[in-house]
Structure formats: C-alpha cells, structure tokens
C-alpha cells in the first residue's frame, strides 16, 4: 500500500521558473492537502481540497496553483518560483471530516531550493 | 499569529523516563487535537488525537491531556525508548471543516540510551 506518493524528493528552480509538485494517493481519500514547511513555522496549509472538482484557499495560498480533476491526484503549481517559496512541501490526505476520520497521512516531502 | 504553539524546540530525557511535551492554541472553537511525530527525510506520522469533550486519551505509552480552560495540550510519553527521538507536531482544527488543521512549530525529543 503505497499511501500518499510526492515527486520530486527534491528540486532546484531559478528564480521565474514554473513547476508542479505531483502527489498521488491510494486510500479513496476525499480529503487532500498542501503543507510548507519552514523553519521556526511549522507546518502551514497552502491549498486544500474536499473533492474531486474542489479546492480552496489555506494560510499561504500566494503562488501557487492547485486542481483536482481526480481523487487520486493533487498537483501543486508555482506559476513563478521565488526564493520565498524555497521551503518542504508535504501533502496530505485524510478520508473526510469528524473525529477520526480526518487524520491525515502525510507524504515523504518534496524539499524545493529556488535560487 | 501563530494560533498554535510549542515553546520548547526541543527536549533530552533519559530512557526510561516520562517526556512530557506541551502545546499552547489560542482559538477557543478548535475541538479537535491530533500530534504528530516526524523522523527526518520523512512525513509526520500521526500518533493520538484528543477531541474537546474529554480531557485525556491514552494509547499504549501516550497519554495526551487536553486543559480547555487553559487552551493547553501536552503530550506524555512513559516510558521514553531511544527510537521516540522524533519531532513531534501538535495539530488543532474544527473537527467538522476536515483539512483546516493548525500546526505547532514542533519539539525535536531526543531519548538519550
């Protein structure tokens, strides 16, 4: 059971490059979403979705693109990398809301250098 | 405003011992508690929850407790092995609005053998 899948592991933009960040998830989870993680911040909800077809804003939406066209996937856009946005990503997915059932599983992380 | 705290970045306890790790929220409509734990290189894994109509869960050799009047969380860890050595998230939300969870910045526990 392969659980939450992210590539890349790793990444090096220049600065004004695009890149998607791929997560993929094997559980039917309806729920999914994008962390950073940053030093001193914890983990910071950047977009999330409740379905196929829905997503929504988090914390720090700024700069990045997200879609769900399946249950599966959840692809996270940088339209424009900029050097804030080096950091590591993680995604995550839990099978819905309600006391436990919304604990998520999180993925190994795509740490992102943009120079 | 971080709504969600851990103030000790870090923590060395003897094998053996009781590690006790502490988390502040200061957002009186969360009613749901997970923490996490993380080893390097790898994404947190979670490890017990709490929802605010109790004041404690155990699981095995976790226990967290959960204050509401004082907004505090903490987790206890008896008795502490060497493979607890992790950093350990403390996470809060709305039970009901399913993703929209808030992270602390993490404690980094190191079991000394």
């Known amino acids: 059971n392969a659980g939450v899948t992210q590539t890349p592991k790793f990444q090096v933009l220049k600065t004004g490059q695009s890149m998607t960040l791929q997560c993929a998830q094997d559980?039917?989870?309806?729920?999914m979403s994008w962390y950073r993680q940053d030093p001193g911040m914890g983990l910071r909800l950047i977009h999330y979705?409740?379905?196929?077809?829905?997503?929504d804003q988090g914390e720090v939406p700024n700069g990045y693109n997200v879609s769900r066209s399946t249950t599966e996937d959840f692809p996270l856009r940088l339209l424009s990398a900029a050097p804030s946005q080096t950091s590591v990503y993680f995604c995550?997915?839990?099978?819905?809301?309600?006391?436990?059932?919304?604990?998520?599983?999180f993925g190994a992380g795509t740490r992102l250098s943009v120079l | 405003d971080q709504q969600v705290k851990q103030n000790s970045p870090s923590l060395s306890v003897q094998e053996g011992r009781i590690s006790i790790l502490n988390c502040d929220y200061t957002n009186s409509m969360f009613d749901y508690f997970l923490w996490y734990k993380k080893y390097p290189a790898e994404g947190p894994t979670f490890l017990i929850s709490?929802?605010?109509?109790?004041d404690k869960n155990e699981d095995g050799r976790f226990t967290v407790f959960l204050n509401k009047s004082a907004k505090h969380l903490s987790l206890h860890i008896v008795p502490s092995q060497p493979g607890d050595s992790a950093v350990y998230f403390c996470?809060?939300?709305?039970?009901?609005?399913?993703?929209?969870?808030?992270f602390g910045t993490g404690t980094s526990l190191t079991v000394i053998p």
């Open positions: 995550a997915s839990s099978y819905g809301t309600g006391s436990g059932q919304n604990i998520q599983y």
């Open positions: 709490i929802s605010s109509i109790k």
């Open positions: 979705s409740v379905g196929a077809g829905i997503t």
């Open positions: 996470a809060a939300g709305d039970a009901n609005t399913g993703n929209q969870f808030y």
């Open positions: 559980m039917n989870h309806e729920y």
